[in-house]
């Protein structure tokens, strides 16, 4: 309720929370902010914005903020200078590395982190200390989409862009509540439903508010989503509906390894070998997975299985496929996404307005800090620690000699706070993310950073259990007050300026990464001024695309508009990739181009159907599911202080069917158990109310904090991304 007098001084901005990365207008007066409503300029929204996002003002000013850093002293917190606690901070790394070498210190940072924290989180760590040791927790959202790109097409992040939602006929949602996940742009697909008759199809292992408002909802068995997407392979081929000029003018095709593993001990390492193949093996290899073969274990019925196929196959009819953590929490998560990419390969649908597969991010700069910026172990600022050239570009941009950039990736997610477990961390350093609820098996983790032999420092807005267990918790300052840029699902990448002062001595995560380093004896390559660092800090890191075909837009673009698309090529966004009518960087003189590969051409995989790592028994009789809902962005940190999404979503509860329910005698609102091998959590029934499981699932949302549902799930992952695989473990459920 903003009265229509009021007269407040509006600044753009994007949302706090997801990768949709809508548009925002702050509402400030007397240099506080005080209301929050869409951008109707906004090219993502339209004005338009979600409960969360219109709501985000609340938080803004919620009361129990951290403003003043907090020092553990005899197992209290005592509140302590700023300066003085980055003096610790900055004592305990150095004397981390002086004892125990520099791999002993490391950094686990956030898509929701802003590009320069990502830049400097970077260059502090790999250019500064020297040390790999840095991972962010898109590992555990983002890295099999990433991943699934690099071996599909040789280049991170989708090829399309949200104008395709214009233009689809169909919409294919793989394993992805787009309805409570990503609300605005689903809500730019009902658009669409009622203007022009599109149809939007939910393939998922339950029924979800997507499912309801959807044209057809087909069900899986988890895990065969693989078997199905090469059952729709397999019909395209049969009925001749492949694009045999896109194909043979634009595609290879490749296989893997099989039987790769789960990353379920320490120190597990896995390397593909990836060899060619033809088309003739491709088509052998998918005798498997005729549609009457895959209905037997899939649950799908041979019936939605050509369904499906003659959707993609039908070339008078364009296609988006979207999914999200469904198809990246997978242990064979890379495997997934390739396959969906065959589907649109074989048919040639592909980064035209209206035809793409399109995978999506869950938070705001996922894309922009995480990928592209690069806080991932094997990441560098438009590059990859493992190349020679990309850390000789790194050494000359940072100043610093190329020896010290390792040129091996160290821990990833899940192995870094093994690592901890080990003793082999004694210093981390956990900015803008919340992993003892967020992290697989926190039944281990927890205890793991409780431990004496790792330094623990955590910044944040808002305390959190991650908090809970810190030797000294940093106030960060929240993204209106600091000022940044995010880069959302379709690559585009937002600049906001500081709107109003952070409370106390809540600072911006750039500045103390900048004054740690300082006090490090690093102060030469950190020469920015406190006012103008987010400026000095991207135009430093564009200096990483000069001459490259992936060229961010300038900074005075940004200034001006609600964000550009990269490449940003000749003063202009590409909003389709790959596709010369659109694409300046195809430089083949031939209508698509897939630059990302040495040949130019993008790979259809061979990759096999295979069992999850533990599937249900006699002893842990039901699947578990985990995820979201509307109400609450991720772990709830947040959103959870927002009275209004808290009445609406006051906790955490267990999904039945309610066949599971009758048999089990279980009522709606009843205490449950849910065990698995590894931990167990209470929670309330809900049985005919938001989402249906079918029947053997239960499904669990996991953004409250006491009812914690990653003591129960499992850390295993997909071996080539190392994402967990959040969405299937075994578990028993019993009355409490
Ligand atoms: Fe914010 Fe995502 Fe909602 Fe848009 S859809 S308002 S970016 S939370």
């Not at 508010?209 to 729709?232: C, G, W, Y």
């Not at 922009?368 to 493992?386: N, Q, S």
């Not at 406190?530 to 430093?540: A, G, L, M, P, R």
């Not at 698309?565 to 790959?578: E, F, N």
């Amino acid at each position: 309720g903003i009265p229509d007098n009021a007269n407040l001084d509006w600044k753009k901005g994007p949302c706090r929370f997801c990768g949709v990365g809508c548009g925002i207008l702050v509402g400030t007066e007397n240099g506080k902010a005080v209301a929050v409503k869409g951008d109707p300029n906004s090219s993502v929204n339209k004005g338009l914005l979600c409960v969360k996002g219109y709501h985000q003002i609340m938080c803004i000013q919620s009361k129990d903020r951290l403003e003043t850093a907090l020092v553990k002293k005899n197992g209290k917190y005592v509140e302590t200078p700023l300066n003085e606690a980055l003096d610790l901070v900055a004592s305990k790394m150095k004397e981390s590395i002086a004892q125990n070498g520099k791999d002993s210190v490391a950094m686990y940072t956030s898509g929701q982190s802003t590009i320069p924290e990502g830049y400097i989180a970077s260059k502090f760590m790999k250019g500064a200390i020297g040390t790999n040791n840095l991972d962010c927790n898109a590992r555990l959202c983002m890295a099999s989409a990433v991943t699934g790109f690099l071996t599909s097409f040789g280049a991170d992040e989708p090829m399309g862009c949200y104008e395709d939602i214009d233009h689809a006929d169909y919409f294919v949602t793989w394993g992805n509540n787009m309805a409570e996940m990503h609300p605005v742009l689903f809500s730019r697909m009902l658009e669409q439903k009622a203007k022009r008759g599109a149809k939007i199809i939910d393939f998922a292992t339950r029924t979800t508010r997507s499912s309801t408002a959807s044209d057809k909802s087909i069900l899986f068995e988890p895990q065969t989503d693989l078997a199905v997407a090469n059952a729709i392979c397999y019909e395209i081929i049969q009925n001749g509906w492949v694009n045999k000029s896109f194909v043979e003018k634009h595609c290879s095709f490749s296989k893997g390894l099989t039987n790769i593993g789960y990353g379920l001990e320490d120190n597990f390492q896995f390397t593909d070998k990836p060899e060619k193949i033809d088309f003739e093996a491709y088509k052998e290899f998918l005798k498997d997975y005729s549609p009457e073969k895959v209905a037997k274990y899939s649950k799908v019925s041979v019936k939605d299985i050509k369904y499906l196929a003659a959707i993609y196959g039908d070339p008078n009819k364009k296609v988006v496929s979207y999914w999200c953590m469904g198809m990246n929490q997978h242990t064979r998560g890379t495997w997934i996404n390739n396959l969906v990419y065959n589907i649109h390969l074989l048919t040639g649908k592909i980064s035209q307005p209206g035809n793409g597969p399109f995978s999506l991010t869950g938070q705001p700069s996922a894309c922009g800090t995480a990928r592209e910026v690069g806080t991932f172990t094997h990441k560098l600022p438009h590059g990859v620690v493992m190349n020679e050239k990309d850390r000789e570009m790194a050494a000359k941009i940072w100043k610093v000699p190329v020896e010290r950039i390792p040129s091996k990736p160290t821990y990833h997610a899940t192995e870094m706070f093994r690592a901890v477990d080990r003793g082999d961390i004694n210093f981390i350093w956990v900015q803008a993310t919340n992993p003892l609820v967020s992290l697989p098996k926190t039944s281990r983790y927890r205890p793991a950073m409780e431990k004496k032999s790792c330094f623990v420092v955590v910044s944040d807005v808002f305390p959190t259990p991650t908090t809970d267990v810190a030797d000294v918790i940093l106030p960060a300052a929240w993204h209106i007050e600091k000022g940044g840029l995010y880069g959302n699902s379709e690559r585009r990448t937002q600049y906001w300026q500081k709107m109003v002062d952070a409370p106390g001595e809540a600072t911006a995560d750039t500045w103390m990464f900048i004054e740690v380093a300082k006090r490090m004896g690093f102060e030469d390559l950190f020469p920015y001024s406190k006012e103008n660092h987010v400026e000095e800090i991207y135009n430093e890191y564009r200096q990483f695309h000069e001459g490259a075909k992936h060229g961010m837009a300038p900074l005075e673009v940004l200034q001006k508009e609600s964000g550009a698309i990269w490449p940003y090529v000749d003063g202009k966004s590409t909003q389709w990739r790959y596709n010369a009518q659109y694409d300046p960087a195809c430089s083949n003189g031939e209508d698509f181009h897939f630059y990302g590969k040495p040949d130019g051409k993008a790979v259809i995989w061979q990759r096999p159907f295979e069992e999850a790592p533990e599937k249900p028994d006699q002893e842990y009789p039901f699947w578990l599911n985990t995820g979201r809902v509307v109400e609450h962005w991720h772990t709830g940190s947040m959103t959870r202080r927002i009275p209004v999404l808290h009445q609406a979503m006051p906790n955490g509860y267990v999904e039945f069917h309610p066949d599971d329910a009758k048999s089990l005698g279980i009522r709606n609102g009843e205490n449950i158990k849910i065990t698995s091998r590894r931990g167990s959590c209470t929670l309330p029934a809900s049985i005919n109310e938001r989402g249906l499981p079918t029947k053997g699932q239960v499904f669990v949302p996991f953004f409250d904090e006491n009812m914690l549902i990653n003591d129960v799930t499992l850390d295993s992952f997909c071996p080539i991304s190392k994402e967990p695989d959040y969405k299937k473990c075994a578990v028993k459920v019993e009355r409490a």
